[in-house]
């Protein structure tokens, strides 16, 4: 009689397997999603653009309103988390809940992703891949029997290989995934990202093929002139960059206290990018100012856009996107930012020609100078900015200037914005992310102090008036608050009893709060965190003392995880 064998894979090649695996799906979700872009955005605006102008300008309206409204309904009835780029709730999944993300917001990002940008708004694909290709990992993790404090990899995994599939960049998407999500280049999720970013590369040459994002013309050495020219492209970039992150979350920050329903702001946006679109198609005749931009972008770096047309689509695509963007559309910001840094390029490249007698490649390599700035000033990550256009170009001559760029463009961003693009959309959102580093070796971990695992900056509330207490349950997401009065009273306020003492119009009842201070090891204090009752300790310097930190049962099991895996 003859027995069923089967095969058992040995333990160590289980998680490389599993990361192979979901970095597979990611790479189909990614270019499911790519492509179906581009023929939407293909039949609509390729059409629209070979009719009459009046044509032109009637059905590019309908288009816009349509999609705006469609997407609007997606993100107000569905899934309201799923409007923007992504990335901020990705970051925020894999720094605070093991990589957790929920089915329905990714499958929402999908398909309104698909009609806003296809549709026309001036947003990118890329942030949106990037969220759903993580998304993808986390939930096929979940079914396949992985254990939730594991599924950092899992979102890690699958948001380096939509993005290597996205931008055909394996190398720009280990750096982004680990500068940005994970917040660590050294990293234990090292090599799964690497083997990730691989996979998502082989899936895009397999089914579309091994070609760079953007074509670009051979360029010679460049001249020591245009070096001189480097420090001003990479600054105007850079503005542009931050101009725009300033403006597009100061717009998401007043919508937020208007009465304007969810569902209507994507139109608003909408119509901005259909008035600026059309006005910059008549007069030049290109839709750059719509969707992705990409192909105005390659005759950019092909020279057959001349610099006065770059500057008006750079002025165009800034205002579009920060219309959309702050409006509350679906899409990212990494093609808007690029697009905009290649136009600066190719505007301050045009005017200094005559002074600096520029050649051809030393217009073409400024204007990738410029992109690098752009979207290394909005997203303050340096080594993602120089190898994603590197890789996107396959250019070597392009690396000193990207480099000597992207040193100009990240010390204008760090001096005029507090924290990059995606870290303030997480703060405008009641969500302050704090890095923990545990030890390397396991044996040491109980050993840590509390401050190596501490959220050093807690929401405190200082008053128990309702006004006060609105105010914290609109803007923070957070479960518990702990409570520091000016008459002593200290302890915990969890966010069912804050509801309901706003229904009851009386004082709400306090949780009895735990202390511990900073310099206490976890092994001592790991009997009062257990009896706590709601899973939380008030760090203070002394018994009497202010709260410094906030130490949580769920801070403890986010280490723990971050040590083993």
């Not at 759903?132 to 079914?143: E, I, K, Y």
């Not at 008036?465 to 105010?471: G, K, N, T």
């Amino acid at each position: 009689m003859m027995t069923r064998r089967t095969i058992q894979l040995p333990e160590p090649a289980r998680p490389l397997v599993l990361a192979a695996f979901l970095a597979l799906m990611a790479g189909l979700a990614a270019v499911a999603f790519m492509v179906a872009i581009n023929r939407v955005f293909t039949g609509i605006w390729q059409t629209l653009a070979g009719a009459s102008p009046l044509t032109f300008v009637l059905g590019s309206f309908a288009v816009i309103s349509l999609s705006s409204l469609l997407v609007g309904w997606l993100l107000g009835a569905f899934a309201p988390e799923a409007a923007g780029s992504g990335i901020p709730q990705l970051k925020a999944a894999i720094s605070k809940d093991f990589g957790v993300v929920k089915a329905q917001p990714v499958w929402i990002k999908f398909i309104a992703g698909i009609v806003s940008i296809g549709g026309g708004a001036s947003l990118g694909r890329e942030g949106p891949t990037v969220y759903v290709c993580g998304g993808v990992a986390s939930t096929l993790a979940a079914w396949l029997g992985v254990r939730r404090q594991n599924r950092r990899a899992a979102a890690s995994a699958g948001a380096a290989a939509g993005l290597a599939a996205a931008f055909n960049t394996p190398l720009a998407a280990i750096t982004f995934v680990l500068e940005e999500l994970v917040g660590d280049l050294n990293s234990r999720l090292l090599g799964t990202v690497v083997l990730a970013s691989v996979v998502g590369a082989f899936v895009v040459h397999a089914l579309i093929g091994r070609q760079p994002a953007f074509e670009v013309p051979p360029v010679a050495a460049a001249s020591w002139s245009m070096y001189l020219a480097v420090p001003l492209v990479a600054a105007v970039a850079a503005l542009a960059g931050v101009a725009f992150q300033r403006a597009s979350l100061d717009l998401r920050e007043r919508l937020r206290a208007s009465r304007w329903p969810a569902w209507a702001r994507p139109l608003l946006g909408g119509w901005i990018t259909w008035a600026l679109a059309v006005a910059v198609f008549l007069t030049t005749g290109r839709l750059g100012v719509l969707g992705l931009g990409y192909e105005d972008l390659s005759d950019a770096l092909a020279r057959t856009i001349d610099w006065r047309t770059a500057g008006i689509l750079l002025a165009g695509k800034l205002v579009a996107t920060t219309a959309c963007y702050g409006f509350g559309g679906c899409g990212g910001i990494f093609s808007p930012t690029l697009f905009m840094g290649g136009m600066a390029g190719f505007l301050v490249a045009g005017i200094l020609q005559p002074a600096l007698d520029l050649t051809t490649s030393d217009q073409i390599i400024l204007a990738a100078v410029g992109m690098s700035a752009c979207f290394g000033a909005a997203v303050r990550a340096p080594m993602t900015a120089i190898l994603m256009i590197f890789e996107m170009t396959h250019q070597f001559e392009l690396v000193p200037g990207l480099m000597l760029g992207t040193l100009v463009s990240q010390a204008i961003a760090r001096s005029l914005c507090r924290a990059n693009f995606y870290e303030e959309v997480l703060l405008q959102d009641g969500h302050a992310l704090h890095t923990i580093k545990p030890p390397r070796d396991f044996g040491a971990w109980r050993h840590l102090p509390v401050y190596a695992v501490v959220n050093p900056q807690p929401v405190v509330l200082n008053s128990l008036a309702p006004a006060a207490l609105r105010e914290a349950i609109q803007r923070y997401p957070y479960q518990c608050f702990p409570v520091q009065l000016d008459d002593g009273r200290r302890g915990i306020l969890t966010r069912r009893e804050l509801e309901s003492s706003l229904l009851r119009g009386a004082e709400p009842a306090l949780e009895p709060a735990i202390h511990c201070r900073p310099d206490e090891t976890l092994q001592a204090i790991e009997s009062r965190i257990l009896e706590s009752p709601t899973g939380m300790m008030l760090v203070r310097d002394a018994d009497d003392g202010p709260i410094v930190g906030l130490f949580t049962l769920h801070d403890l099991l986010r280490a723990q995880a971050a040590v083993m895996g």
